[in-house]
């Protein structure tokens, strides 16, 4: 049986509601710039409890099912569907996502744009931004936003929402809510949703959480370490060689049309199964009552 077929979707969506109230909730008793690591330490806290709670439900599933954590790295996907250079140019296309959400943003109403700017100011946003630049602080924003938060994330919003939502609806609308709840957690709300949408496509084709968490974490690390960079040196003066400049403008160029090939060559069908219906296989029963 597909131990998706187990999981009822409402404890899913209270997890996730749970999210965003905790937010709401940290963003009016902290004051971040005072009290980063209470901040921090709650953060952490909360991604550890999500954390815990969905190798709880396969614990839960695992007396009835052979289910493993290996399961979201299946060894049998078509790993030459993407060649290595491929996939450099992928990760530079969605890391620069940031100039078409920019871009569109400016193209928007003031009131629109001084929404955005409030979302990317709130709480979680602060915290990762904060300019404490302490060793503990330094320290936790690396654990909590390098190496906790990519993997929480794509294992909740691929592995769990994805395989869940797939049997529940179809996997084309499975993507497009886990991309939505994805982005709604973060600050700049078009560059996350093309990132989502391509972590969601990524694990789709290939059956494992192995590329998407690769990706998530470079990216996360590459923007931590620029922020830390930058935040230390006046950015107003800072001196960009020419020579860089034309570099880093080369590979946006050469990089977004393999984005645009990317969304438009793997684009989900619309069919309602599980990333885990090659694994068990043959199991007809019907989804359980929500």
């Not at 084709?205 to 590329?211: I, V």
Request: proline share 2%; glycine share 4%; hydrophobic share 50%.
């Amino acid at each position: 049986m597909n131990p998706f077929k187990q999981i009822k979707v409402r404890y899913v969506f209270l997890v996730i509601l749970g999210y965003i109230v905790f937010n709401i909730f940290l963003n009016n008793i902290f004051d971040v710039e005072t009290n980063i690591l209470g901040a921090l330490l709650t953060q952490i806290g909360y991604q550890l409890i999500i954390f815990f709670w969905m190798f709880y439900e396969m614990m839960k599933v695992n007396k009835t099912t052979d289910f493993k954590i290996n399961h979201f790295f299946q060894k049998d996907y078509k790993e030459n569907d993407f060649t290595v250079l491929y996939l450099i140019f992928l990760f530079i296309a969605l890391f620069f996502s940031v100039i078409i959400s920019s871009s569109i943003i400016q193209l928007m109403p003031d009131f629109i744009q001084n929404y955005l700017s409030k979302i990317m100011n709130a709480y979680e946003n602060a915290v990762v931004f904060s300019e404490n630049n302490s060793f503990l602080i330094s320290t936790l924003q690396f654990f909590s936003i390098v190496i906790l938060a990519p993997v929480v994330e794509e294992f909740f919003y691929r592995g769990f929402l994805i395989n869940r939502l797939s049997l529940k609806f179809n996997l084309r609308w499975a993507v497009l809510i886990s991309t939505v709840l994805f982005t709604l957690g973060h600050g700049d709300i078009i560059g996350s949703f093309i990132k989502g949408y391509a972590f969601s496509i990524l694990y789709v084709k290939t059956k494992s959480l192995k590329l998407p968490i690769i990706f998530h974490v470079l990216n996360n690390l590459i923007a931590f370490t620029l922020f830390k960079v930058f935040d230390s040196v006046d950015v107003e003066n800072l001196y960009i060689p020419n020579s860089l400049a034309i570099i880093m403008s080369l590979l946006i160029v050469v990089s977004f049309p393999i984005l645009i090939h990317f969304f438009y060559m793997y684009r989900v069908k619309d069919e309602k199964v599980s990333p885990f219906e090659k694994i068990f296989n043959g199991d007809d029963d019907d989804v359980q009552d929500e």
